[in-house]
């Protein structure tokens, strides 16, 4: 799971505070609608070496070892549900084994305890989370991406090594990570991958939430993914940007509500009718011992339409990060 993106872990009791405030003045929501769209064949793959990741179930499938460096990923979800793909670098001695151990179990107990209302036991739960969680660096990754969809991301990544995971929730509110989480081990080798080059940008911030310039034209695009700055929010978790199909029947207060995996109603399947997840991109960090580590770049083939850029943070239509757009037939 991740947890915060740069802070420590040092302050989770005031982290658990504020994220049980969040709870108690959470809101409801309902999705949005929209019709089929592929994201398969958008470019990006040509010019990279690219990383194919598959979902046929639950579950998550990908090479063990890759090269460093600007690195595009190819994520074909083929399974019946949404899910993602968040990058997480581990600190240096750990392994998935110990993510599987020590961080998924005790997320799934604070969840557990959160679905029955019990926040003391939750807050006793999420307690157990071992320090070197804290220095876990979310590194990107695809955002929500709906069944037989594809999503083609590019980040900068270091040598290291990184897990792969998706925590959506099942309809019983189990997590998705008991299965889905890989391992991957970057190495020292460059890709010699070069930056990409966008055809629009959006750009995220705390204070200022999503903004980008919403004359969209129709067609293909490379969207970069600016992040000005990381912190932590009450469901442990930063910000990141999704995007959203909404047909004539989504609800944005739903969608809006589903975008939390702290309430035991929301980030769980089935999806929020009427939306259409179109991938996005993960936490990024803003690091300045990591170059470009607050850019990131996804694909996406924009047909005429209604869309929206959405963050998976407590109410993000409060924060500014649920901006709907219109695609238009032409411009
Ligand atoms: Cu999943």
Known sequence: MKNSTQLPIRSIKNVVWLFC??????????????EEINTADL?????????????????????????????TFRYDNRSHNPHF??????????????????????????????????????????????????????SGGTGL???????????????G???????????????????????IEVTEDDSGNKEPKPTMEVRISS??????????RPGKHLIKAFFEDQTV?????????????????????????WMNWS????FKTPAPEGVEFLGGMQDLPVLDEIPNSNVGYFAAHLKPGTYAFIAEVPDPMSKGMLKVFTVPSSM
Not at 43 to 70: A, L
Not at 207 to 216: N, P
Not at 263 to 266: E, I
């Open 145 to 159: 991406l709906s069944p037989n969809q594809i999503s083609e991301i590019t980040v900068y990544l270091e040598p």
């Open 21 to 34: 405030l969040a709870l108690i003045f959470s809101c409801e929501a309902e999705p949005v609608l929209q």
């Open 161 to 183: 090594t990184y897990v792969l995971e998706c925590y959506v929730k099942d309809s019983e509110g189990r997590f998705h990570t008991w299965e889905m989480i890989a391992q």
């Open 85 to 138: 793909v968040l990058i997480d670098k581990l600190p240096e001695g750990k392994t998935v084994e110990d993510s599987k151990e020590e961080i998924v179990p005790v997320f799934q107990e604070g969840m557990d305890f959160i679905a029955l209302g019990d926040w003391d036991s939750a807050l006793e739960a999420f307690g157990k989370l071992p320090a070197w969680s804290g220095e876990i660096i979310y």
């Open 263 to 266: 309430d035991p109603n929301a």
């Open 43 to 71: 470019g990006v793959k040509k010019n990279h070496n690219v990383v194919d990741v598959v979902t046929t179930h639950m579950n998550i499938e990908v090479q063990s070892t890759i090269p460093s460096g600007w690195t």
């Open 233 to 257: 929010y009450s469901h442990f978790l930063g910000h990141d940007i999704h995007l959203v199909r909404l047909d004539e029947n989504a609800n944005l207060d739903e969608l809006n509500s």
């Open 207 to 216: 204070e200022a939430g999503i903004q980008f310039d919403k004359k969209v």
